[in-house]
């Protein structure tokens, strides 16, 4: 939001910014004197801890094999490096974050599909069906469909 008002200080006035977006957005208490501390205000530990986590990380990443990291060995060589008090979630919310993702082994499972030529189930619905109106058929897998004795 201070970008916004920057950007638009010049033509319209912080003043006029601020009410007309405090009215809009109903975020309460929006002022020009707010708008001067926040620039004037230091940038807190945590959000300062977040983005030394968030070049460690990238650090780590640019090492040729530690690209395929996720978040769990991302941690765990971060501790090893001599981080303290980090978690497991804070490492995937900072690798969200940045874009980065670890990389899955092997392939993606496949569907479930019959075996060739072990005929299957006769299709008692036509694949080509058309309805003459609405809730004329209706199409359950078992397992899917729930029967009065559980």
């Known amino acids: 939001m201070a970008a916004y008002i920057d950007g638009h200080r010049d033509r319209f006035g ?3 910014i601020c ?3 405090s009215a809009a957005l109903d975020c309460g208490f929006l002022t020009p004197r707010g708008c001067r501390r926040f620039k004037s205000r230091p940038v807190s530990r945590t959000t300062a801890r977040h983005e030394a986590l ?3 990380i990238m650090q780590i990443r640019s090492d040729f094999f530690m690209a395929v990291y996720g978040y769990g060995k ?3 060589r971060l501790l090893a490096r001599g ?3 980090i978690g497991r979630d804070q490492v995937a919310r900072i690798m969200r974050g ?3 993702r670890g990389v899955r082994r092997g392939r993606t499972p496949a569907a479930a599909r019959p075996a060739k030529g072990a005929g299957g189930r006769p299709g008692l619905v036509e694949r080509g069906f058309r309805a ?4 004329r058929l209706h199409v359950a897998g078992i397992t899917y469909a729930r029967m009065a004795g559980g």
């Open 14 to 16: 912080v003043g006029p």
């Open 54 to 56: 968030a070049r460690g």
């Open 83 to 85: 981080w303290t008090g």
């Open 98 to 100: 940045l874009g980065v």
């Open 19 to 21: 009410r007309v977006l």
């Open 132 to 135: 003459c109106a609405p809730d």
């Open 74 to 76: 991302m941690r765990a």
